[in-house]
């Protein structure tokens, strides 16, 4: 099975910064991947598609790159609300696993 | 608006069983592939299970191969997961997701508020 692997598993950046978080896969996977932003308490939200398309009603300050092995998670600049826990999860095909997740916390 | 409202879960002992129930509505059921994703307590997500919209292709994590099945009737707009020989390991918040595309390889737009199960002598 394809793993997937997320870097960092925490970070702590001050409010307007540019944050990236990186998701790596074992095997390629074209651009079969998600981003998830599990705020504290919360449910998890779809933040980008096909590694790069904006789910509606997110903040353009989110966006995604990548394909194959490598893709990258960026918020061009931090906010307060953007503090929660960051998953990526591939889907070209079963099983539909996540990464490990990224702590986002503010400075 | 979409609404996915999970129900089932409880406190039952190790080897036990429950069926866990996602009742959807705000859109057409069967155009969409359903998942199950758990999140034990202070842990990550944890993919469990996938469904077609036509209930033809199902798909498990290893974890609960042969002890879960997911299933779903499209007539009641509900999605099942029948979790049996229940372990310990296997506490954990059940979250119903449903996906983009009629098709298992998709992204999961809406998500439940999820169910608890604790496995628990």
């Known amino acids: 099975d394809i793993q997937m692997t997320q870097s960092p598993s925490s970070l702590s950046a001050s409010v307007g910064d540019r944050v990236t978080i990186s998701c790596r896969a074992s095997?390629?996977?074209?651009?079969?991947l998600a981003w998830y932003q599990q705020k504290p308490g919360k449910v998890p939200k779809l933040l980008i598609y096909?590694?790069?398309s904006l789910q509606l009603r997110v903040p353009s300050r989110f966006s995604g790159s990548g394909s194959e092995t490598d893709f990258t998670l960026t918020i061009s600049s931090l906010q307060p609300e953007d503090v929660a826990t960051y998953y990526c999860?591939?889907?070209?095909?079963?099983?539909?696993?996540f990464g490990g997740g990224t702590k986002v916390e503010i400075k | 608006e979409v609404q996915l409202l999970e129900s089932g879960g409880g406190l039952v002992p190790p080897g036990g069983s429950l069926r866990l129930s996602c009742a959807a509505s705000?859109?057409?059921?069967?155009?969409?592939?359903m998942s199950w994703v758990r999140q034990a307590p202070g842990k990550g997500l944890e993919w469990v299970s996938v469904?077609?919209?036509?209930?033809?292709?199902?798909y498990y994590a290893d974890s609960v191969k042969g002890r879960f099945t997911i299933s779903r009737d499209n007539s009641k707009n509900t999605l099942y997961l029948d979790v049996t020989s229940l372990r310990a390991e296997d506490t954990a918040l059940y979250y119903c997701?449903?996906?983009?595309?009629?098709?298992?390889?998709?992204?999961?737009?809406?998500w439940g508020q999820g169910t608890l199960v604790t496995v628990s002598p």
């Open positions: 997701a449903k996906l983009r595309s009629v098709l298992v390889a998709s992204a999961a737009d809406f």
């Open positions: 705000g859109f057409i059921f069967s155009n969409y592939a």
């Open positions: 469904i077609s919209g036509s209930s033809g292709l199902t």
């Open positions: 095997q390629g996977i074209g651009t079969s």
């Open positions: 096909a590694a790069s």
């Open positions: 999860q591939k889907y070209d095909s079963a099983p539909l696993s």
